[in-house]
């Protein structure tokens, strides 16, 4: 049995997720602490570890919690990224990984890559898209990124779950950050990830999945201009067999693909469940 402990520090409630274990020679209940939540009202399903997500009890509390308190995370939300998005402008590393060190105190890497850092960055996607950044303002940001990805990146990892993912972009194709994401994310939950973005030919992506037989491919695209190279390296690709996801900003006005499970612009949250029932 699981369930949601808090204790009330300076007016501020905080939650542990805790397991009540019976002690048979002590004939007694005995409460283990699973994982530290932080602020609970900020406490989401992604907080929650994977084994836990479906109890009822923990599924009751957050629908009460979303409830009360979705108004004012959604308000802290757009500040966060509204910060985030000034200091990567800025080429601020040092405040932008303070941003992710506070954020990340409350809730998990997923939630953050979901919730600030890939916004952020659509978001000066957009300015730039508009003409209101030039080319240096979105590489400073786009490196400041990359930067706070690999310090994340240096987190423990879990246990290996022995399933190889190759990540990779169609020819061309050189926004990397989404696959940089990926791999941190995939990594630090057991995955052994091969990444060959940016803009590896299809012969090269062939050589490296026929040596390293990975167990599912996926392909980042972010311009529609990339389209047809990625349809080229899928047609590649369906000779060996292997499940293959595709997704990105290019595929948000349509599918112009068949035979591949394609996601548009999933949260890793989506991500990962769906190649959990896959591989």
């Known amino acids: 049995m699981v369930f949601l402990r808090s204790k009330i520090v300076k007016n501020e409630s905080y939650s542990y997720l805790v397991k009540s274990k019976w002690d048979s020679k002590r004939k007694t209940s005995e409460q283990q602490t699973i994982k530290y939540l ?10 929650i570890p994977d084994e836990y997500r479906n109890d009822s009890y923990i599924l009751s509390f957050l629908s009460s919690n979303k409830q009360s308190d979705s108004k004012k995370r959604e308000k802290y939300l757009v500040k966060t990224r509204q910060n985030m998005r000034k200091f990567l402008l800025a080429g ?3 405040n932008v990984m303070s941003i992710y060190n506070d954020f990340a105190k409350q809730s998990s890497v997923t ?4 919730n600030i850092l890939r916004p952020a960055m659509y978001q000066i996607g957009e300015l730039w898209d508009a003409k209101k950044l030039d080319v240096g303002d979105e590489h400073i940001a786009s490196n400041t990124a990359m930067h706070l990805i690999e310090n994340i990146g240096t987190k423990p990892k879990a246990r290996s779950k022995g399933k190889t993912i190759l990540i990779c972009t169609p020819d061309g194709e ?4 989404p696959c940089f ?3 941190t994310y995939f990594s630090l939950n057991g995955y052994d990830v091969i990444n060959l973005a940016p803009s590896a030919p299809s012969n090269s992506i062939m050589n490296h999945i026929s040596e390293k037989k990975p167990d599912l491919i996926l392909i980042s695209v972010t311009l529609k201009d990339h389209i047809k190279s990625c349809d080229r390296l899928i047609k590649s690709l369906k000779k060996i067999k292997v499940p293959i996801v595709i997704g990105g900003q290019a595929l948000q006005d349509g599918n112009p693909f068949h035979d591949v499970t394609v996601m548009e612009t999933p949260s890793l949250s989506e991500l990962s469940k769906t190649i959990k029932g896959m591989i």
Not at 111 to 114: H, I, Q, V
């Open 38 to 47: 932080g602020k609970t009202s900020d406490v989401t399903l992604e907080d």
């Open 174 to 177: 050189y926004h990397a950050i």
């Open 111 to 114: 939630s953050f890559y979901d």
């Open 181 to 183: 994401m990926m791999e």
């Open 92 to 94: 601020d590393l040092k």
